[in-house]
């Protein structure tokens, strides 16, 4: 019996030691000691990594460290604080923090602070805070909080409490509206959550009103998007709007392009629109294009595309113009593919698809939703779903959805990897392809008819 609890003891003291060890000490400092180049006072708590490396100390009387005044619990990396609280009221950068404030650092590059826990009401940069999380860029800017406690402008624009997201350069990313805005030809009411582009000017709204542009009016509870030139490009239709013997119905989306004409329309509803009948949930465009001198290099008798054309979102219904798959690499710019739809007199309805590899659609289908990225979903013959990119989006936001979203892949032709499906003169498909074979515009991977044109 003696010997089993002495071998017990043995292999608990084999254990702790090993522990001890690998996962570092911990020890209360009977004088005051040197650790790292900083000298702790007799008492405190001290833990180390387990390479030897200090890692965190209780503090029972106050120390300065990093040229701060701190008390009670400390954490380090590489004898850097990385977390702690104020002892005294403390400036850090143009921001003075109350005795009290928990303050956390980066340690790895640049040394800087990038939150800090406020416990009780602040006022930071003229900004009033309630207690809660403020967190910061490198430069010191801010980053994003949820605890504003009244309305504040910036840059130049009121944004409601609690919560706002900033760019690094300082302009604002994210923020409730404190007062109805104008932008543009459109204001914005209260409480509307808008998303700027980095040049501050408006790139999303969730409306919470109806809103006015023009004579059209947006839907409340929808998204209406802008160009970055301020037009609207995106939105939804509050009311119905007649144009000229047409109608758009009430519920249907409609984009615009930077110049703010209308481009195409998603319906709400079953709708003819050019005495042409198209379902609900068909998507028109309603651009018109002239074919150049050199647009149509088969022969120059190519005719002008209709000025509005359709294809269904749904498989239904097709507009009687003829169709063209265009591959394009991924180098591609949309400049490049507008290039050559000027060239060869075509009109692109749809800006490169988006597939879908892993998990299947649905799996997907709230991330495409939410991301606004896209114009719609089409189930091709023979089964899968494509998802198609709205042709203002910037390629690099494509790019960003997809390293998110790894079951999904840009549609991929045998050599290309962004798809557009163009509109042509009917009858016209093969020699306009044909023509495009030969010259091999840059960044063209591969043309060819649509094997569904011509259906009505």
């Not at 265009?326 to 180098?331: A, K, M, T």
Request: hydrophobic share 40%; charged share 20%; with cysteine.
């Amino acid at each position: 019996m003696v010997k089993t609890i002495a071998l017990f003891l043995i292999a608990s003291f084999l254990f702790l030691f090993h522990s001890q060890a690998q996962y570092g000490s911990y020890t209360t400092l009977d004088r005051d000691t040197t650790i790292e180049g900083i000298l702790f006072p007799k008492g405190s708590e001290v833990t180390s990594e387990g390479d030897g490396k200090l890692h965190e100390v209780t503090l029972h009387q106050d120390l300065e460290l990093n040229g701060m005044p701190f008390k009670g619990r400390v954490a380090f990396s590489d004898g850097k604080v990385t977390y702690g609280t104020l002892a005294q009221d403390t400036k850090i950068s143009d921001m003075l923090f109350p005795r009290g404030t928990d303050v956390f650092f980066e340690p790895y590059g640049a040394y800087y602070l990038f939150q800090v826990k406020l416990k009780e009401d602040v006022t930071l940069r003229g900004a009033q805070f309630i207690p809660g999380m403020v967190c910061f860029y490198k430069n010191g800017s801010f980053w994003y909080f949820r605890n504003l406690a009244a309305p504040h402008e910036f840059n130049g624009i009121l944004f409601d409490t609690p919560s706002c997201n900033f760019y690094e350069s300082g302009m604002i990313e994210i923020g409730t509206l404190a007062q109805d805005t104008t932008f543009g030809k459109v204001v914005l009411a209260k409480g509307t959550e808008i998303t700027f582009f980095q040049s501050g000017k408006p790139n999303h709204a969730k409306l919470v009103a109806d809103t006015q542009c023009d004579n059209i009016r947006f839907a409340k509870g929808s998204d209406l998007w802008f160009h970055e030139s301020g037009v609207v490009n995106q939105g939804t239709l509050a009311q119905d709007v007649q144009t000229g013997a047409d109608t758009f119905p009430s519920g249907s989306v409609v984009t615009f392009d930077t110049a703010g004409k209308l481009e195409r329309i998603k319906l709400s509803q079953d709708s003819r629109i050019d005495g042409v009948a198209y379902s609900k949930g068909s998507e028109v465009s309603l651009v018109s294009a002239q074919p150049t001198a050199e647009s149509s290099p088969a022969d120059n008798s190519t005719a002008a595309v209709p000025e509005k054309s359709a294809i269904s979102l749904q498989g239904g219904t097709m507009h009687a113009d003829g169709q063209l798959i265009l591959f394009f690499d991924n180098s591609a710019t949309y400049a490049d593919v507008d290039a050559v739809l000027k060239k060869y007199g075509l009109v692109g309805i749809r800006h490169i698809g988006i597939e879908c590899v892993e998990g299947g659609i649905n799996a997907h289908l709230n991330n495409i939703k939410e991301s606004g990225l896209f114009t719609g979903i089409e189930e091709p013959r023979n089964g899968d779903k494509i998802i198609f990119v709205n042709t203002s989006v910037p390629p690099e936001k494509v790019r960003d959805f997809l390293n998110a979203n790894s079951g999904l892949q840009l549609l991929r032709g045998d050599e290309g990897d962004g798809m557009i499906l163009a509109l042509c003169p009917h009858g016209k498909e093969i020699a306009i392809a044909d023509a495009i074979a030969k010259d091999k515009p840059a960044h063209l991977a591969q043309c060819s008819p649509n094997v569904i044109n011509g259906m009505d």
